[in-house]
């Protein structure tokens, strides 16, 4: 997983300066908060989840569609299938 340094914030500037934490998110989308130099801590703009969440209901909501018309036509998937 390849991690731009732009969205790299120690875990004690953090700390200190959280409103420079907040200004990457709003740049970039995203904050990753390193403790002992690992990965540990996201901080995600909240409009980007908001975002994701309604596109997976969509993306759910098609599933069920397929599943329902599948069920329904089974038998004839069944015969096209020969």
């Known amino acids: ?3 731009n340094p732009k969205r790299q914030v ?3 500037e ?5 409103s420079k934490v907040a200004k990457i998110v709003d740049e970039e989308k995203m904050v990753i908060i390193l ?4 990965p540990k801590y996201l901080v995600i703009d ?3 989840i908001a975002q994701t969440e309604e ?6 909501a098609w ?4 599943k329902k018309m599948l069920l329904k036509n089974f038998e004839a998937y ?5």
């Not at 953090?14 to 959280?18: G, I, R, S, T």
């Not at 596109?55 to 759910?60: F, K």
């Not at 599933?63 to 397929?66: D, F, I, L």
């Open 35 to 38: 403790k002992q130099n690992k």
């Open 10 to 12: 120690s875990i004690t």
């Open 14 to 18: 953090a700390n200190q300066n959280f």
């Open 63 to 66: 599933e069920e569609v397929s």
């Open 46 to 48: 909240f409009e980007e």
């Open 55 to 60: 596109n997976n209901e969509e993306e759910t």
């Open 1 to 3: 997983m390849l991690i």
């Open 78 to 82: 069944k015969e096209l299938a020969k």
